[in-house]
């Protein structure tokens, strides 16, 4: 537990937060927070619930009718069936994912983490007793885990693939075809699938983010889908996240739960309830926006001499390569942690370095603020690099 080192996103957000504090006009673009406020109905909920009395323990998988909630939403955008029963509601995704593994890892059981990864994952495999994988993938394949490297990197203690699509940190979108792919090899290793789809509204031009399970027969029996109103709904402090898993599985997890935190709170559970039952209108606002400054972004950053960044089909974050400029090292820059250090002591705007997401010499830039915090932001990543 020692050895567990912390979220480097909160710590970036920490340090920013700390410089803001002291006066210094600091721009945070690290953490992957919506900047828009909680829809007032989902608001509006939340205050029902608490003037109704319900403010007490709930059943430790969540209130009956949220379940049901989130498996009617998983049935109508996915077309596959899923019962209020597979579903467990968390105290947020981080937890959800927490519980999978604690549920489904025994010592030494390896997991297969695609590189560039969020933060969290390996670090909540090894609290597990499990060995994370990692898998580097390559920005000319737009940081996509190709089949032919799975299969090389499986082994007799293979027990997992963990996938996250759109992704944290890159934003990228794995095609349909790409994950059937994936698929065929976790069906014939026998592997369990981590489909972390919690971004999965989030998608730009177009274009779909296919949940995990549908792809294939039999894949449903094999796979949790992690979700969550925190990106969605601009939910992030009401702590709400779920999974998806086969019945039993979603039984033991639940059993889990009721030891470890008894019940999610339960006015963040009503406010989930309306965010999937009321308007969705907010849903879309947002993402159009998030499409704009994704624009503007990929557009300002492509314009940098050395930066090169991915296509960015989802979420809200831009994961770009600054290997040129640590290559010549100016100033002793040679990482891409001293080069956030020196980002934010010199230019003040927060970042999060590259290898935190198992990818040395990148960056991750979050595009979830105001256009002129952008435009800000980007003008100073931009001095900082002109300078060396």
Not at 17 to 23: D, T
Not at 204 to 218: E, I, K, N, Q
């Amino acid at each position: 537990m020692v050895a567990l080192e912390p979220s480097a996103t909160l710590a970036m957000a920490a340090r920013a937060s700390a410089l803001a504090a002291a006066g210094v006009d600091v721009i945070d673009l690290s953490v992957g927070e919506p900047d828009f406020p909680t829809p007032p109905h989902i608001c509006a909920a939340a205050e029902a619930a608490i003037r109704a009395g319900k403010t007490k323990y709930t059943p430790a998988a969540g209130i009956p009718a949220l379940r049901a909630a989130v498996a009617a939403d998983a049935t109508r955008r996915t077309g596959s069936e899923v019962t209020a029963a597979q579903v467990v509601v968390s105290n947020g995704a981080k937890h959800a994912l927490h519980n999978v593994f604690m549920a489904l890892l025994d010592d030494g059981d390896e997991v297969v983490i695609p590189a560039p990864f969020w933060v969290s994952y390996a670090e909540l495999v090894k609290l597990a007793g499990g060995v994370p994988v990692i898998l580097p993938t390559r920005l000319e394949d737009d940081f996509k885990l190709r089949p032919e490297a799975l299969r090389r990197a499986l082994t007799p203690a293979s027990r997992m693939l963990l996938l996250c699509s759109p992704s944290n940190p890159t934003g990228v979108v794995y095609t349909p075809d790409e994950l059937r792919a994936l698929a065929d090899l976790a069906i014939e290793a026998d592997l369990a699938v981590v489909a972390d789809e919690i971004y999965d509204q989030l998608v730009f031009d177009g274009r779909a983010a296919v949940s995990f399970p549908t792809l294939r027969p039999g894949l449903a029996e094999r796979t949790v889908v992690v979700g969550g109103v925190s990106k969605t709904y601009s939910m992030t402090g009401w702590r709400i996240g779920w999974t998806i898993a086969p019945e039993a599985l979603s039984k033991a997890i639940g059993n889990l739960q009721s030891q470890e935190t008894s019940n999610p709170s339960s006015v963040s559970q009503h406010a989930a309830l309306a965010a999937l039952t009321g308007p969705q209108a907010c849903v879309l606002e947002m993402c159009r926006e998030f499409q704009r400054r994704r624009d503007l972004v990929a557009a300002r950053l492509r314009r940098i001499p050395g930066v090169r960044l991915p296509d960015i089909g989802g979420a809200f974050y831009a994961f770009f390569d600054i290997s040129a400029a640590l290559a010549a090292g100016v100033g002793g820059i040679t990482t891409s942690g001293q080069w956030c250090e020196q980002l934010l002591e010199r230019e003040h705007v927060a970042l999060v370095a590259g290898s935190a997401f198992g990818a040395e010499g990148h960056v991750r830039m979050s595009f979830a603020a105001a256009e002129a915090k952008l435009v800000a932001g980007l003008d100073r990543i931009e001095r900082f690099l002109s300078r060396g």
